[in-house]
């Protein structure tokens, strides 16, 4: 059930009331991020140049390196004056950067709406989603948003110009959770060689999420999960209290002082258990917690696509050899 | 205050305790809270134990505490110290004996008289003595009525149960000669209305009732029916009244003359010298009025025949003593010396048992007293009195002795029970209340 328009409206009276410090927050995290760099996991086939390594060799003017010309091989390729010097056909491989599209799906079901009162899981994940942005941004690729809310989807197709990530900005702020809607039907229609960032507390559907973005990553695109978590679902208040599930009036257990570390253990071993069936499918998962900086979330996010990066670079290094 | 069963306040007290326990450990719904993550809180009923920091519905525990403090109090018997000590007496003084028999009196109820006693003093009348003291006995005035032993018993319960809510116990004294004049019927029922004791302390001396009574001086064939009547009824004062049934002689007369009351009673419808009326006729009753001068001319001192009677003479000239139903004399009375002469013109029927019939037996009995004016003081033998005054009050009729504490402990645990009653029905609205409340 969709929340009544009224907390929204409300949301929005107390941020355009001018709540001051999501603006310093937001400014403060863009240069937090300032220089990061968010490389492909692996070489892209975009065709604009950009950042990224690129699957193109040979046409770029920066020389890569010289390999022994094979049968096949293009013949404009062979360096002629090392031939003439040395009587031996080598071709120069020069490495290609291009663009690769990123789409930020941001999870704005009720679940994200805690808590009640700060709102931090939903304003980390806008924080997060904005400084990915940014950084993607940076590296001149396009850039796009998916919001999943109780009303449906919202979408921003990727763009590279210059307001794109102030139009995202925005566009999350003036989005309040509420309700409940699946997000893997929000990525049916994304297409594969895109880089995928999923901001949520995957709560929903998560199997559905994580064979969906198995797809994705199998079709050479290239996932990342970030998985939102609030403190006080870490360590619920040590009152007796009834717990609601805000999307599942329903779901209703009490969380007293017997079952508090049963909770605890059951919900750190499902935070385990998603992780490691991400990271089986080849897929990037970093927890995000409320408490932290985003912009510490953004380089956790970009530093662990460098090391992958890294890795697979010299795969593909090996491969071609 | 103490307990005659204190198992049952311990009791008491402990499910008290243990209501206050489970009011603090109650079965609650605990507030809701969303919390995103609930799916891995193990799944467990929603009303659970918790110790309630704020303990709250306080009126509804208050009322139920108080319902078992009440019933386990009623239950255990609460006795309480006595709020005075001592025992408390209503002095009845009876003061209708004149001068000559005051002195007694007086002397006896002043001598039972203590400080803090409430003092009756009756004649026909009777009324308490505000804030008595013993000058109030003496100042008492004798007066020459007749006693009212009924009025002054209500007098004096009324005023007893006033004394009994600062003693102890409480008796009733009452100082009089008893006359047999002074008890009625009414008298030993009222006297039953109080519980405690009623102490009797008679002034002279009490009449003999041990000796065997004589019968009345009648002088009649053997089944003379008058005769038998009176004979059924009881004895008369003897040597005062001698019913004739026959004819007058001198010795009769000259008996007369030296304060007795002869009864002339003719078994003959028309005794010789009384005038003949002019036609006989029928009457169909006779009533004989009090033969007491001075006395209250009450019902109950009068007696009436309802028969039909032949009249044939009329009785010789005198002061009317019985008047048939149309109101012509039936019986007259002449004074005659110290003593009087009374003649009665009623004919009983040959046939029938009339003469026997309790109605006719108190008429003949009335028509035998003595003389009118001459009428003496005869005091009620202690057997009468202790029959009617000395039975104790309540339903078995035993004598409880005294009135105090053991009466207010059994009204103590009715009242607690009354208010434990009272509580629980409290208990209900308070805790529909506070279900409404919570819903």
């Given at each position: 059930?969709?929340?009544?328009?009224?907390?929204?409206?409300?949301?929005?009276q107390?941020?355009?009331?001018?709540?001051?410090?999501?603006?310093?927050?937001?400014?403060?995290?863009?240069?937090?991020?300032?220089?990061?760099?968010?490389?492909?996991?692996?070489?892209?086939?975009?065709?604009?140049?950009?950042?990224?390594?690129?699957?193109?060799?040979?046409?770029?003017?920066?020389?890569?390196?010289?390999?022994?010309?094979?049968?096949?091989?293009?013949?404009?390729?062979?360096?002629?004056?090392?031939l003439?010097?040395?009587?031996?056909?080598?071709?120069?491989?020069?490495?290609?950067?291009?663009?690769?599209?990123?789409?930020?799906?941001?999870?704005?079901?009720?679940?994200?709406?805690?808590?009640?009162?700060?709102?931090?899981?939903?304003?980390?994940?806008?924080?997060?989603?904005?400084?990915?942005?940014?950084?993607?941004?940076?590296?001149?690729?396009?850039?796009?948003?998916?919001?999943?809310?109780?009303?449906?989807?919202?979408?921003?197709?990727?763009?590279?110009?210059?307001?794109?990530?102030?139009?995202?900005?925005?566009?999350?702020?003036?989005?309040?959770?509420?309700?409940?809607?699946?997000?893997?039907?929000?990525?049916?229609?994304?297409?594969?060689?895109?880089?995928?960032?999923?901001?949520?507390?995957?709560?929903?559907?998560?199997?559905?999420?994580?064979?969906?973005?198995g797809?994705?990553a199998?079709?050479?695109?290239?996932?990342?999960?970030?998985?939102i978590?609030?403190?006080?679902?870490?360590?619920?208040?040590?009152?007796?209290?009834?717990?609601?599930?805000?999307e599942?009036?329903?779901?209703?257990?009490?969380?007293?002082?017997?079952?508090?570390?049963?909770?605890?253990?059951?919900?750190?071993?499902?935070?385990?258990?998603?992780?490691?069936?991400?990271?089986?499918?080849?897929?990037?998962?970093?927890?995000?917690?409320?408490?932290?900086?985003?912009?510490?979330?953004?380089?956790?996010?970009?530093?662990?696509?460098?090391?992958?990066?890294?890795?697979?670079?010299?795969?593909?290094?090996?491969?071609?050899? | 205050?103490?307990?005659?069963?204190?198992?049952?306040?311990?009791?008491?007290?402990?499910?008290?305790?243990?209501?206050?326990?489970?009011?603090?450990?109650?079965?609650?719904?605990?507030?809701?809270?969303?919390?995103?993550?609930?799916?891995?809180?193990?799944?467990?009923?929603?009303?659970?134990?918790?110790?309630?920091?704020?303990?709250?519905?306080?009126?509804?525990?208050?009322?139920?505490?108080?319902?078992i403090?009440?019933?386990?109090?009623?239950l255990?018997?609460?006795?309480?110290?006595?709020?005075?000590?001592?025992?408390?007496?209503?002095i009845?003084?009876d003061?209708?004996?004149g001068?000559?028999?005051?002195?007694?009196?007086?002397?006896?109820?002043?001598?039972?008289?203590?400080?803090?006693?409430?003092?009756?003093?009756?004649?026909?009348?009777?009324?308490?003595?505000?804030?008595?003291?013993?000058?109030?006995?003496?100042?008492?005035?004798?007066?020459?009525?007749?006693?009212?032993?009924?009025a002054?018993?209500?007098?004096?319960?009324?005023?007893?149960?006033?004394?009994?809510?600062?003693?102890?116990?409480?008796?009733?004294?009452?100082?009089?000669?008893?006359g047999?004049?002074?008890?009625?019927?009414?008298?030993?029922?009222?006297?039953?209305?109080?519980?405690?004791?009623?102490?009797?302390?008679?002034?002279?001396t009490?009449?003999?009732?041990?000796?065997?009574?004589?019968?009345?001086?009648?002088?009649?064939?053997?089944?003379?029916?008058?005769?038998?009547?009176?004979?059924?009824?009881?004895?008369a004062?003897?040597?005062?009244?001698?019913?004739?049934?026959?004819?007058?002689?001198?010795?009769?007369?000259?008996?007369?003359?030296?304060?007795?009351?002869?009864?002339?009673?003719?078994?003959?419808?028309?005794?010789?010298g009384?005038?003949?009326?002019?036609?006989?006729?029928?009457?169909?009753?006779?009533?004989?009025?009090?033969?007491?001068?001075?006395?209250?001319?009450?019902?109950?001192?009068?007696?009436?025949?309802?028969?039909?009677?032949?009249?044939?003479?009329?009785?010789?000239?005198?002061?009317?003593?019985?008047?048939?139903?149309?109101?012509?004399?039936?019986?007259?009375?002449?004074?005659?010396?110290?003593g009087?002469?009374?003649?009665?013109?009623?004919?009983?029927?040959?046939?029938?048992?009339?003469?026997?019939?309790?109605?006719?037996?108190?008429?003949?009995?009335?028509?035998?007293?003595?003389?009118?004016?001459?009428?003496?003081?005869?005091?009620?033998?202690?057997?009468?009195?202790?029959?009617?005054?000395?039975a104790?009050?309540?339903?078995?009729?035993?004598?409880?002795?005294?009135?105090?504490?053991?009466?207010?402990?059994?009204?103590?645990?009715?009242?607690?029970?009354?208010?434990?009653?009272?509580?629980?029905?409290?208990?209900?609205?308070?805790?529909?209340?506070?279900?409404?409340?919570?819903?």
């Amino acid at each position: 059930m969709p929340e009544p328009r009224t907390a929204r409206n409300e949301e929005r009276q107390r941020r355009a009331e001018g709540d001051a410090s999501s603006p310093e927050t937001r400014s403060s995290l863009l240069d937090a991020i300032r220089g990061v760099k968010w490389p492909a996991l692996r070489p892209v086939a975009g065709a604009l140049p950009g950042a990224h390594h690129s699957r193109l060799r040979g046409a770029a003017p920066e020389l890569s390196e010289y390999r022994v010309y094979r049968q096949g091989d293009d013949p404009k390729r062979i360096d002629w004056r090392l031939l003439a010097r040395s009587d031996r056909a080598y071709i120069r491989l020069a490495e290609d950067r291009s663009t690769v599209s990123t789409i930020l799906v941001v999870d704005a079901t009720a679940s994200m709406a805690y808590p009640e009162r700060s709102l931090g899981k939903w304003r980390a994940a806008c924080d997060v989603a904005v400084g990915l942005a940014a950084v993607a941004h940076a590296s001149r690729d396009p850039v796009g948003l998916v919001i999943v809310s109780g009303d449906g989807m919202r979408q921003l197709p990727p763009r590279t110009r210059r307001g794109i990530v102030g139009e995202l900005a925005r566009a999350l702020d003036g989005t309040m959770p509420h309700g409940s809607r699946p997000l893997a039907p929000a990525m049916s229609g994304i297409r594969s060689r895109i880089r995928l960032a999923i901001v949520s507390d995957f709560l929903g559907d998560a199997d559905d999420v994580r064979r969906r973005a198995g797809e994705v990553a199998a079709a050479g695109g290239e996932v990342h999960a970030i998985h939102i978590v609030a403190e006080e679902e870490l360590d619920p208040p040590a009152r007796s209290f009834l717990a609601v599930d805000p999307e599942d009036a329903s779901l209703a257990r009490p969380l007293v002082a017997e079952s508090r570390a049963k909770y605890v253990e059951r919900f750190a071993a499902w935070r385990t258990e998603l992780a490691a069936s991400w990271r089986a499918e080849g897929l990037s998962y970093t927890v995000a917690r409320v408490s932290e900086p985003a912009s510490r979330v953004v380089r956790r996010v970009a530093g662990a696509a460098l090391g992958t990066r890294r890795a697979a670079a010299s795969d593909v290094r090996r491969e071609m050899r | 205050m103490s307990f005659a069963a204190p198992l049952f306040a311990w009791v008491g007290g402990a499910l008290a305790v243990g209501v206050v326990a489970l009011h603090l450990l109650s079965w609650r719904r605990p507030p809701a809270l969303p919390l995103p993550t609930a799916r891995f809180a193990p799944d467990a009923p929603v009303r659970t134990v918790s110790p309630a920091v704020r303990p709250s519905d306080l009126v509804l525990l208050a009322v139920r505490v108080l319902a078992i403090v009440l019933v386990s109090a009623a239950l255990a018997g609460p006795t309480f110290p006595s709020r005075a000590e001592g025992l408390g007496r209503v002095i009845v003084v009876d003061r209708s004996h004149g001068l000559d028999g005051w002195a007694s009196i007086d002397r006896l109820a002043r001598s039972v008289y203590r400080s803090g006693d409430a003092l009756v003093v009756f004649d026909s009348v009777a009324h308490a003595v505000r804030n008595p003291t013993l000058d109030s006995i003496v100042a008492t005035s004798p007066t020459s009525s007749s006693a009212g032993m009924s009025a002054a018993l209500v007098v004096a319960i009324r005023a007893a149960n006033e004394l009994q809510r600062g003693r102890d116990s409480v008796e009733i004294v009452i100082v009089s000669p008893f006359g047999r004049d002074a008890l009625d019927g009414a008298t030993a029922s009222i006297r039953r209305l109080w519980p405690g004791t009623v102490r009797t302390m008679r002034a002279g001396t009490a009449p003999n009732d041990t000796t065997r009574a004589r019968p009345l001086d009648v002088r009649a064939g053997p089944d003379d029916a008058v005769s038998a009547a009176l004979a059924l009824e009881g004895a008369a004062p003897v040597g005062s009244v001698r019913v004739v049934r026959d004819s007058t002689t001198a010795r009769d007369t000259a008996w007369a003359r030296q304060g007795g009351a002869v009864v002339v009673w003719p078994r003959e419808p028309a005794p010789e010298g009384w005038p003949p009326r002019a036609m006989p006729d029928t009457a169909f009753g006779v009533t004989v009025g009090s033969l007491v001068s001075g006395s209250s001319t009450s019902p109950s001192r009068s007696a009436t025949v309802v028969a039909p009677f032949v009249r044939r003479v009329a009785p010789p000239a005198g002061r009317v003593v019985a008047r048939w139903d149309d109101g012509e004399p039936a019986a007259t009375e002449i004074a005659l010396g110290a003593g009087c002469m009374r003649s009665v013109a009623i004919v009983l029927p040959a046939a029938g048992d009339l003469g026997l019939t309790p109605a006719f037996r108190r008429f003949a009995t009335q028509l035998a007293g003595p003389c009118t004016g001459a009428h003496p003081w005869v005091a009620a033998p202690d057997s009468v009195v202790s029959r009617v005054l000395s039975a104790g009050g309540g339903r078995d009729g035993a004598s409880t002795g005294s009135v105090g504490t053991t009466r207010s402990d059994g009204s103590t645990a009715r009242w607690l029970l009354a208010a434990a009653l009272v509580a629980l029905a409290a208990e209900l609205f308070v805790r529909r209340g506070a279900a409404n409340a919570t819903a």
